[in-house]
């Protein structure tokens, strides 16, 4: 079922809020919003690769057309201006060369096991091709995972798509985060108590497409135990 | 100029490249800042450079998570070995005030056992200080931040702190639940470095969340607020988006100034008659080493080969538990609860040293990252346990990692946009370290069970980054001496994180705070015999307690 806004607070907005925010903070989000960057780093041919891509890390069907969080343009313009986040792993190539080279590897893993491109592919078939780089375990395109580990190829590209998704206000609204709170803040801290403004939870079931194989949650890269998470800090 | 509330009411003081400064400190953070306000303020001639911006927290920052990612050190850095650290974010900021401006703000003291590890269990280092010749300078920054805590801290040398404890968020709920119904002390509301009421210019804290994206109240302490603008009415100059690519030796093995980089990329030389590097765990190494120079060929100051080397991060695995009622960790400080029931060795358990528990609070985008990894989520899961996210509440451990010489900072071929080669880190966990983790990860997801949770898992992951330039008695195994001076060269100084031999289970700020304002005491006792002798005074100055920023004093504080 295709929602304006899934997740369990139907109605909450926060842009609604946007005039308790503070200006800078007011024009970074609605820039985000409104302005959707270009595809300038992609070829066609990886833009349509990547599209298809995205739309298995964080799938969208649930939303509505007109609700549909851009995940690709975001991705783009990182790779675009070429900004980092402080770090590449010593067996890594810089993210522009690993994206061009997980691109091809994909491709390659579709023909080898399909005989046909990943965007010709079913959308069951894209997914299982997919989990197989989450589990560390890839059938073929050997000789560029040498050069690029899987799983860190895997962590980039879910990183990435989860930064584009997760920054979207549109993406708070589905999962109750209350957003910007500068200069007002916060009054109700305990017991997960709503602001006057924000809205309580109202849960139901949903089923992912019976397609799909990524509602289930199996460790990353296959092992148990994995070591070394990704960036952004906590503590 | 600096926010929405506090301004900076004086002009600041301009050095000429050819005026000759009394000290030039490359890094104005925890370290550097403080060092900055101590030294302006006793009448030196001095400026702080900064590879990153002067911020004007009003303009420049914005209450959102991914807006956020100019605070921190983005510049090319490569990471490796068994267990490779992530940088950038995690630990590494850029711009005046350093990590100050993004960390969470918790700033428990070190333990009287954390000087003297090697002689306790055997491992590590010994500091050439003790905790007692820091436990005044702990004092004075408690109060200049200032910080709110209990009255009462029992962990460590028992002690109170000066503003009242901040009200529990659920995450705090959490852990205070947890640790009450397994027996473990836990201390509630601090201490953080952040307001729990006004002081002078700068507000209360309003509860949003938004720590380490960098605090527009100005509730939260960086040295941004707390000591810059003292040290810039004091008559200190801070020169931003200077990049410092080289310290110069002149004769007789002293240094006469620095080189660095403008924001349009032109070349400067700056006189200065003593050099402190303040630029923390990564780059004050890469510093050190990309000044090597005749004499120096394996790095300035590195006759000891230590340069680089015992570099430390925390453990800082980060377990999550899922709870039926709601808790929405995102209001509150990250940071307000913590237990150090676990710090000090237990000779009942297979390892040395300890950890301690604390809440930490991610945000949604931080949130998904570590569902990532810690149930291996993607696509519709993905989704699904984002829809959850207000059912979370996260803990971080902070667990010591041993010193080792392996584990350091080298030059690598590769170079940023200024040429300048950059650092290469190389990190792997070794035998006590995996059995502490191993023990802490069970020891807090047990914690989190307790608190009432349905599904417990974890991240592994590291916070903080020290050492790599450590201090020490013997010349041969250290870089500095006891008041961070190089062993090597009369006239140049660490001042930062960097110079910790072993770092607890307590979060390094305060301590890198305290440990400036005594290198302060120092450099000021020995007045101009510094610019003009080598001789080594290895005297303990006394405590300046007319140094602190205005508003420090005056105000009431817990009796123990």
């Known amino acids: 079922m295709k929602r304006q806004q899934p997740g369990y607070y139907p109605g909450f907005r926060t842009l609604d809020q946007q005039k308790f925010w503070d200006a800078k903070t007011r024009q970074v989000i609605l820039d985000r919003v409104h302005d959707v960057p270009p595809i300038r780093f992609f070829s066609a041919d990886e833009q349509a690769l990547m599209e298809a891509i995205c739309r298995h890390i964080v799938p969208q069907d649930d939303r509505d057309a007109a609700h549909t969080i851009p995940i690709l343009p975001q991705i783009d313009k990182r790779l675009y201006d070429d900004t980092h986040d402080g770090y590449r792993f010593e067996d890594m190539p810089p993210d522009r060369e690993a994206y061009r080279l997980g691109l091809q590897a994909i491709e390659q893993i579709a023909r080898h096991l399909h005989g046909k491109a990943f965007t010709a592919l079913s959308g069951r078939e894209q997914d299982e091709l997919l989990e197989s780089l989450h589990d560390g375990d890839p059938s073929a395109a050997q000789d560029i995972w040498k050069q690029l580990p899987v799983e860190r190829f895997w962590m980039l590209l879910v990183q990435d798509c989860v930064d584009a998704y997760y920054s979207h206000p549109w993406a708070w609204d589905e999962i109750g985060f209350g957003g910007p709170s500068y200069p007002r803040g916060y009054m109700r801290l305990e017991r997960g108590e709503a602001e006057p403004w924000e809205s309580e939870e109202k849960r139901y079931d949903w089923q992912a497409p019976g397609e799909s194989v990524s509602d289930k949650f199996t460790p990353l890269g296959g092992k148990e135990e994995h070591r070394g998470g990704p960036q952004g800090g906590t503590h | 100029?600096?926010?929405?509330?506090?301004?900076?009411?004086?002009?600041?003081?301009?050095?000429?490249?050819?005026?000759?400064?009394?000290?030039?400190?490359?890094?104005?953070?925890?370290?550097?800042?403080?060092?900055?306000?101590?030294?302006?303020?006793?009448?030196?001639?001095?400026?702080?450079?900064?590879?990153?911006?002067?911020?004007?927290?009003?303009?420049?920052?914005?209450?959102?998570?991914?807006?956020?990612?100019?605070?921190?050190?983005?510049?090319?850095?490569?990471?490796?070995?068994?267990?490779?650290?992530?940088?950038?974010?995690?630990?590494?900021?850029?711009?005046?005030?350093?990590?100050?401006?993004?960390?969470?703000?918790?700033?428990?003291?070190?333990?009287?056992?954390?000087?003297?590890?090697?002689?306790?269990?055997?491992?590590?280092?010994?500091?050439?200080?003790?905790?007692?010749?820091?436990?005044?300078?702990?004092?004075?920054?408690?109060?200049?931040?200032?910080?709110?805590?209990?009255?009462?801290?029992?962990?460590?040398?028992?002690?109170?702190?000066?503003?009242?404890?901040?009200?529990?968020?659920?995450?705090?709920?959490?852990?205070?639940?947890?640790?009450?119904?397994?027996?473990?002390?836990?201390?509630?509301?601090?201490?953080?470095?952040?307001?729990?009421?006004?002081?002078?210019?700068?507000?209360?804290?309003?509860?949003?969340?938004?720590?380490?994206?960098?605090?527009?109240?100005?509730?939260?302490?960086?040295?941004?607020?707390?000591?810059?603008?003292?040290?810039?009415?004091?008559?200190?100059?801070?020169?931003?988006?200077?990049?410092?690519?080289?310290?110069?030796?002149?004769?007789?093995?002293?240094?006469?100034?620095?080189?660095?980089?403008?924001?349009?990329?032109?070349?400067?030389?700056?006189?200065?008659?003593?050099?402190?590097?303040?630029?923390?765990?990564?780059?004050?190494?890469?510093?050190?080493?990309?000044?090597?120079?005749?004499?120096?060929?394996?790095?300035?100051?590195?006759s000891s080969d230590c340069v680089g080397r015992y570099l430390m991060a925390q453990a800082g695995n980060v377990v999550l538990g899922r709870f039926e009622e709601l808790v929405r960790m995102y209001k509150a400080p990250p940071a307000h609860a913590l237990t150090e029931e676990f710090y000090e060795t237990d000779p009942k358990r297979d390892f040395a040293r300890g950890f301690a528990i604390q809440t930490v609070g991610p945000l949604p985008i931080a949130f998904a990252k570590q569902m990532m990894t810690a149930k291996g989520a993607w696509g519709w899961g993905l989704r699904r346990i984002m829809m959850d996210y207000n059912h979370w509440a996260t803990f971080g451990l902070l667990g010591e990692i041993l010193p080792n010489q392996d584990n350091r900072v080298q030059i690598s071929e590769e170079k940023d946009q200024w040429g300048i080669p950059v650092a290469k880190v190389t990190f792997d966990l070794y035998d006590n370290d995996k059995k502490l983790i191993e023990f802490a990860k069970k020891k807090t997801m047990d914690v989190m069970w307790a608190a009432g949770a349905q599904e417990v898992v974890q991240e592994a992951r590291y916070a903080h980054l020290v050492g790599a330039c450590r201090m020490g008695a013997d010349p041969e195994t250290s870089v500095i001496d006891g008041f961070g001076r190089t062993h090597d060269i009369a006239n140049l100084f660490v001042c930062d994180g960097s110079v910790m031999p072993t770092q607890g289970s307590a979060n390094p700020g305060l301590t890198i705070m305290a440990i400036a304002a005594r290198t302060a005491d120092y450099l000021i006792a020995q007045g101009s015999s510094i610019f003009e002798s080598d001789r080594r005074v290895m005297e303990a100055p006394g405590v300046r307690r007319d140094l602190s920023p205005p508003d420090t004093w005056g105000h009431g504080m817990p009796t123990l």
């Open chain 2, 1 to 302: 100029m600096l926010g929405a509330m506090q301004t900076l009411r004086t002009p600041m003081r301009r050095y000429a490249e050819n005026e000759e400064l009394d000290y030039a400190i490359v890094g104005v953070g925890a370290g550097g800042g403080v060092l900055l306000q101590r030294l302006a303020r006793a009448g030196f001639r001095v400026a702080g450079f900064d590879a990153g911006p002067f911020w004007d927290t009003e303009r420049d920052w914005v209450s959102d998570e991914k807006g956020a990612h100019n605070l921190y050190w983005n510049d090319k850095r490569i990471t490796g070995g068994g267990d490779p650290l992530a940088l950038g974010a995690n630990n590494s900021g850029k711009g005046v005030g350093g990590s100050t401006v993004h960390w969470a703000s918790f700033v428990p003291r070190f333990h009287p056992s954390d000087f003297r590890v090697y002689s306790q269990d055997g491992v590590g280092a010994d500091w050439p200080i003790s905790y007692w010749d820091l436990k005044p300078y702990y004092e004075l920054i408690e109060r200049e931040l200032p910080v709110a805590g209990p009255s009462y801290y029992p962990w460590g040398d028992p002690h109170g702190y000066p503003y009242g404890p901040h009200p529990m968020g659920g995450v705090g709920d959490a852990l205070i639940q947890g640790c009450t119904k397994l027996g473990i002390g836990v201390s509630a509301g601090g201490p953080v470095a952040i307001l729990s009421g006004s002081r002078a210019d700068r507000p209360h804290c309003i509860y949003r969340g938004f720590c380490i994206q960098g605090c527009k109240v100005g509730a939260k302490a960086s040295t941004l607020i707390t000591h810059v603008p003292d040290a810039i009415a004091s008559g200190a100059e801070v020169r931003a988006n200077c990049m410092v690519s080289r310290i110069h030796l002149g004769g007789n093995r002293r240094v006469t100034g620095i080189s660095y980089f403008d924001q349009e990329g032109r070349e400067h030389f700056q006189k200065a008659k003593a050099v402190v590097v303040s630029g923390y765990a990564i780059e004050t190494p890469r510093l050190l080493l990309n000044s090597a120079c005749a004499g120096f060929e394996n790095g300035l100051a590195n």
